[in-house]
């Protein structure tokens, strides 16, 4: 299959859908994206079963930014709508033949179950949920 161009316009749609969406983070004036995209390229028509996405960074800044992308290449994994896996730096073949097995391995019930319980530990507390201060600890 071949790659597809994420925009801000589809990069949701894509990626929120059931099973794998690689996304190739790249600018046409970086030398290791320009060397990657072959890579990338021979994996995608080897995964058909797999959507693979390139962002251009330069004309795609707001998708940049919303993913904190601060060096490119980045590679990251979506299944079924989580980001499961991103890291910048150009991955050989292997590497990234190894990481689409990894992601495909993943038991998705599970990584659903660490989602809840780190958005669960990280939400804000509602007001007057807080424990009163123990009785006397403010009359110094």
């Not at 058909?48 to 940049?64: H, M, N, R, S, Y």
Request: with cysteine; aromatic share 6%.
């Amino acid at each position: 299959m071949a790659t597809v161009a994420l925009t801000t316009a589809n990069f949701d749609e894509v990626t929120s859908s059931d099973g794998i969406v690689l996304v190739d983070f790249w600018a046409s004036w970086c030398g290791p994206c320009v060397r990657f995209a072959p890579t990338y390229e021979r994996s995608s028509e080897k995964h058909p079963e797999i959507t693979f996405g390139k962002v251009d960074t330069e004309a795609e800044q707001a998708l940049a930014a919303k993913f904190d992308i601060r060096s490119i290449p980045t590679i990251m994994a979506v299944r079924d709508g989580i980001v499961v896996f991103a890291q910048p730096g150009a991955l050989p073949e292997s590497a990234l033949e190894s990481l689409i097995e990894k992601v495909e391995q993943l038991d998705m019930d599970e990584v659903r179950e660490q989602v809840a319980a780190h958005k669960k530990a990280h939400e804000p507390k509602a007001a007057g949920t807080e424990k009163p201060a123990a009785a006397g600890a403010a009359a110094n």
